[in-house]
C-alpha cells in the first residue's frame, strides 16, 4: 500500500517506525527518489516556541515552582496569544519574561519546507487541535488511512481477573509461537502499571520472552539514586567517573552510562554547583527512560499505528476509563477556558479518542481483545465501546486441558487447585487430571533456607557495598535475610510516603532553627514547595495539624537551648570513618544534633537523634551485644573514631521525639507542659553534677533531661546515669559487632534469622513478609541466648 506514495518531491510525515518500512522500499527502487520524512510530533513542537532546562530552571527559581509544575507553565505558553483573559495574561508576563532573557526560541522558517512538496500524512488517527493548526500550515497534503474493517460480532473475551486474563493471552501467544508465528510479529498493548507484575510472572512461567515498554523512569533505578548521592558532594564529571569505576558501567551497562552523559549535556550552560540544582536533575532522570531494546514480543502503553500493522495484537484491559483513555477536566487550562478560546475541550478530546480508537481497532487483521472485571486496584467495567460496536463478549472461556504450553504454570495451578481444595474443600474440574498428570510435584515441599552465594557471586556484590550506616548495620543484625533483599538486591520501595516526607520536612526544619535569620514559614514552605510527593486532600489537613507542632516543638527546642551552657551546636553531622584495613569500607552517620560545650582546653558533647512519633524510642541496651538498639551506640563509636571529635568527652546522648503523637493529657495536664514533658532528651546522663548543671541549667526547676531531678537537700538525683567506663565498654560491643558484620557480608551468611526479645520482633514491621516466608523455627530468641543482662537494667 505505501509503494504508490513514493514518488519524487514527497515529504512524509509519519510515526518513525513507519518510516523505517518506507526507507527499506525506497532502498529497493532502483533509481534515487528526493524525499523527506518528519514526525507530527515534531510540526506540532515548531508550531510555537520552544524552550530547553534553562527556562525550566528560572521558573523553579525565580518563581518557586516545581520542575513538572514549570513544565505544564511551559506547555502552556502556546495558547497565550489566544485571547485576553487573566490565565493567559499571567502566561504571557513569564513568556515575554524567558524570551527577555533568550530562553525562548522559534525555528520560524520550518514550515516552509512543506512549500511546493507533496506531503503524505501516515499513521496519525487523532484530529486534535495541534494537529489541526499543523495542517492548516501545510498547502499540499493528503492524509493516509488504513482501510477499517467492520467490527460488529467479532468475539472479545472477558475474565473474572485480571490473573485469568494474562494467563489466557499467555496460552493464545504461545499456541501462535508454536504453530510458527515469530515473537516480533506479537504485540501486547494497552499494558498498564497494574498488568506489569502479572505479565512478568506469568510469562515467564510460559518460557515467552518479551519486553515491558513501561518507561521505567531512571530516577528510580538504584545506580542513578546513588548517583545523584554522589553528586551532592562531587562535581558531575567525577561522581560519573565514581560511579564508572565502581560498576564498569561502559562495559556492564552502556545504555545507562549514556543517559547519564545525556542529562549532563543537558545542564552543560550551569555555570555553578551541580549539587544545587539536583531537583532538577532528579526531574529530568525522572523524565528519561531507557530506549526499547528490540526483542521478542513487545508491550506497550498505547495502541497506534506501528504496533497494529501486520502483527497479531493483544488488546488487553479493554475496560471503561482506560480503552478509550478518557480525559478530565483537570488541567491547567480548564474546559471553560479552552472553549473560549477554542481549543479542545475534555468532552471534544474524549470523543476524538474514541473515534481513534474505533479506527484503528478496524486497521487490524488479527486482533485479539480482552478485559478483566477485577484487579487490585479493585472493580472494572467493560469499555463502552463493547456496545457501541457491536462486539460479542465470550464470558465463559476455558482453555482446553488437554493442551499444555507450561509445566511450571501447570504445577502453580495444580498448588493453587490443591489450596482450594485442601483449605475450604471447592474441588475445581481439573484437579483429577492435574494431579494425576503432575502426581510427584513438590507442593507443600517449599524449602525457605537460605542456601548461600557462590565465590563470583559474593565477590560481585562485595564490589557493591563500601559503606556501611546504623541502619545497614540494624537490617543486618535484625534479620541477615533483610541486609541481603534490602541492601544488596536493593529490593526495598523507594518511593517516598507521608511519613518519610513528615520525617524529612521535621528533620529539615529542625537543622535551620539555629541560623541566625531562621523564619519558620520560609523553610517549611521550601520544603514542602520542592518536595516531589504529591499529597492527597487527607494529608494536606493533616499537614496543617503538624505545621503546628512543628512549631511548638521549635519553641520547646530553643527555650531548652537558652537553658544550656552547650551553645556550640553541630546539625546533620555526618561522619565517615575506614573500618576495614585491606580494602576500603566506611562506617557513615549522620547525628541530627551534637551540642558542645568548650572550657579549660576540654570539649564536652551529648549527641541527640530526633524522632518523629512513628518511630519507637529504646533507651534498652539488654541486647547490643546483640547487634540491637546500637544507633546512639554507633554515633558514640563514630565520634570516638573520627579525628574531628576524637577528644571530646561524652557528656550524654539522647533521643528526641519531634514529633509526637498527640500527648494523652489528663485533666490535671495542660498541653504545654505535656508536649515538653514528652519532648524531654530521653536517653543517658554521665554522672557529674556539675556537667549536668551546665548541660541544664534549669535542672532544679524544669530540667529538659529526662530522669534529673532535685531532691529537697538541693542534691541532684540522676536516674538515668552511665559511667566513663560503661561508654567505653559500649563502645567496645559496637567495635565488636562491625567486625561481626564484616564477617557475616564477607560470608555471603544472609540466613533468615530474624530476632525476638522482650519487646521486640524484627519481622513486626518488615516489608519482605512475602519474600522469606519466615517459618517458627527460623527466629532466633535473644533471651534464651543469653540477652536481656545489661547493668542499666
Ligand atoms: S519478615 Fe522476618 S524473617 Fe523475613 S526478612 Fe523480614 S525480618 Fe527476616
Redesign the pocket.
Known amino acids: 500500500m505505501l509503494s504508490k506514495y513514493i514518488v519524487d518531491n514527497t515529504f512524509f510525515i509519519v510515526p518513525s517506525k513507519l518510516k523505517e518500512e518506507l526507507l527499506f522500499l525506497i532502498n529497493k527502487k532502483d533509481h534515487l527518489i528526493n524525499v523527506s520524512f518528519t514526525t507530527l510530533e515534531e510540526c506540532k513542537a515548531k508550531l510555537f516556541l520552544e524552550y530547553d532546562e534553562r527556562a525550566i530552571f528560572h521558573l523553579t527559581r525565580k518563581h518557586n515552582l516545581k520542575p513538572a509544575n514549570a513544565k505544564i507553565i511551559l506547555e502552556n505558553l502556546k495558547y497565550c496569544d489566544l485571547g485576553d483573559l487573566e490565565v493567559l495574561k499571567e502566561l504571557n508576563s513569564i513568556k515575554n519574561e524567558l524570551i527577555d532573557l533568550g530562553y525562548l526560541f522559534k525555528d520560524e522558517h520550518y514550515f516552509k519546507r512543506f512549500k511546493n512538496k507533496k506531503v503524505i500524512i501516515i499513521g496519525y488517527y487523532l484530529e486534535d487541535y495541534l494537529t489541526r493548526e499543523v495542517l492548516s500550515r501545510i498547502d499540499n497534503y493528503e492524509i493516509v488511512r488504513n482501510d477499517t474493517r467492520d467490527l460488529n460480532n467479532k468475539e472479545i473475551y472477558e475474565f473474572e481477573t485480571l490473573s485469568d486474563e494474562v494467563e489466557f493471552v499467555a496460552t493464545k501467544i504461545a499456541s501462535l509461537i508454536h504453530s510458527g508465528v515469530s515473537p516480533d510479529k506479537i504485540k501486547l498493548v494497552n499494558v498498564n502499571k497494574e498488568y506489569e507484575l502479572e505479565i512478568e510472572r506469568i510469562f515467564r512461567a510460559f518460557n515467552i520472552g518479551f519486553k515491558l515498554d513501561n518507561k521505567i523512569s531512571l530516577n528510580n533505578l538504584p545506580v542513578i539514586r546513588e548517583f545523584i548521592d554522589l553528586i551532592r558532594v562531587n562535581s558531575y564529571q567525577d561522581a560519573l567517573i565514581l560511579l564508572k569505576e565502581k560498576y564498569d558501567l561502559v562495559k556492564t551497562n552502556p545504555r545507562i552510562y549514556n543517559k547519564i552523559v545525556e542529562v549532563g549535556n543537558k545542564y552543560n550552560w550551569y555555570q555553578g554547583d551541580f549539587s544545587e540544582i539536583i531537583d532538577l536533575i532528579e526531574y529530568t532522570f525522572s523524565n528519561t527512560s531507557l530506549s526499547e531494546s528490540k526483542v521478542n514480543i513487545v508491550t506497550t502503553s498505547s495502541l497506534n499505528i506501528e504496533n497494529v500493522l501486520d502483527n497479531y495484537v493483544f488488546l488487553l484491559s479493554f475496560n471503561h476509563g482506560v480503552c478509550p483513555y478518557i480525559h478530565k477536566d483537570d488541567e491547567y487550562l480548564s474546559d471553560e477556558v479552552k472553549k473560549r478560546l477554542g481549543l479542545d475541550t475534555s468532552s471534544k478530546l474524549n470523543k476524538l479518542e474514541k473515534e481513534m480508537m474505533k479506527n484503528l481497532l478496524g486497521c487490524v487483521e488479527n486482533l485479539t481483545i480482552s478485559y478483566k472485571l477485577e484487579s487490585n486496584e479493585g472493580v472494572h467495567l467493560p469499555s463502552l465501546l463493547v456496545e457501541e460496536l457491536g462486539l460479542k463478549v465470550c464470558k465463559d472461556y476455558k482453555s482446553d486441558p488437554l493442551i499444555s504450553y507450561s509445566k511450571k504454570y501447570d504445577l502453580y495451578k495444580l498448588g493453587s487447585k490443591l489450596d482450594d481444595f485442601i483449605n475450604y474443600s471447592i474441588k475445581d474440574d481439573t484437579l483429577s487430571l492435574f494431579y494425576s498428570n503432575y502426581r510427584n510435584s513438590s507442593y507443600r515441599s517449599y524449602d525457605n533456607n537460605f542456601t548461600g552465594l557462590n565465590k563470583e557471586t559474593r565477590d560481585e556484590y562485595m564490589k557493591k557495598i563500601d559503606r556501611l550506616s546504623f541502619s545497614s548495620l540494624d537490617d543486618l543484625f ?2 541477615s ?2 541486609f541481603y ?1 534490602k541492601h544488596i538486591l536493593k529490593l526495598e520501595d523507594r518511593e517516598t510516603n507521608f511519613n518519610m516526607f513528615i520525617g524529612q520536612l521535621f528533620h529539615y526544619v529542625l537543622s535551620k532553627v539555629y541560623d541566625k535569620d531562621f523564619d519558620f514559614e520560609t523553610e517549611f514552605n521550601y520544603f514542602v514547595n520542592n518536595s516531589e510527593i504529591k499529597l492527597t486532600s487527607k494529608d494536606e489537613v493533616l499537614l496543617i495539624r503538624l505545621k503546628d507542632e512543628l512549631r511548638s516543638i521549635i519553641e520547646i527546642i530553643l527555650e531548652q537551648y537558652a537553658q544550656t551552657s552547650f551553645k556550640k551546636v553541630e546539625l546533620e553531622k555526618s561522619i565517615s570513618i575506614d573500618i576495614k584495613n585491606y580494602s576500603s569500607m566506611y562506617l557513615t552517620g549522620v547525628i541530627d544534633k551534637i551540642m558542645m560545650l568548650e572550657e579549660d582546653d576540654k570539649r564536652y558533647a551529648v549527641v541527640v537523634d530526633y524522632k518523629t512519633g512513628n518511630s519507637s524510642i529504646s533507651h534498652d541496651f539488654s541486647y547490643v551485644e546483640h547487634g540491637i538498639n546500637l544507633q546512639l551506640l554507633i554515633y558514640l563509636y563514630l565520634l570516638r573514631k573520627s579525628k574531628e571529635y576524637a577528644d571530646i568527652f561524652i557528656v550524654g546522648f539522647y533521643y528526641q521525639l519531634i514529633a509526637a503523637k498527640d500527648p494523652k493529657l489528663s485533666f490535671k495536664d495542660d498541653p504545654e507542659s505535656k508536649k515538653y514533658n514528652v519532648t524531654k532528651l530521653d536517653g543517658y546522663t554521665l554522672n557529674n553534677a556539675e556537667l549536668i548543671k551546665k548541660l541544664d541549667n534549669s535542672y532544679a526547676s524544669n530540667p529538659f533531661i529526662r530522669g534529673i531531678s532535685t531532691l529537697k537537700s538541693g542534691e541532684i538525683k540522676n536516674t538515668r546515669e552511665i559511667s566513663e567506663e560503661t561508654i567505653k565498654k559500649y563502645i567496645d560491643i559496637v567495635e565488636k559487632n562491625i567486625e561481626r558484620a564484616l564477617r557475616i557480608i564477607e560470608n555471603g551468611d544472609f540466613k ?1 534469622n ?1 530476632k525476638v526479645y522482650k519487646n521486640g520482633d ?2 513486626k514491621h ?1 516489608p ?2 512475602d ?2 516466608f ?1 517459618r517458627y523455627e ?1 527466629k532466633v530468641n535473644l533471651d534464651k541466648l543469653g540477652g536481656g543482662n545489661s547493668e542499666m537494667e
Open positions: 535484625n534479620c535475610f533483610t533483599l533468615i530474624p524484627s519481622c518488615c519482605f513478609k519474600i522469606c519466615v527460623n
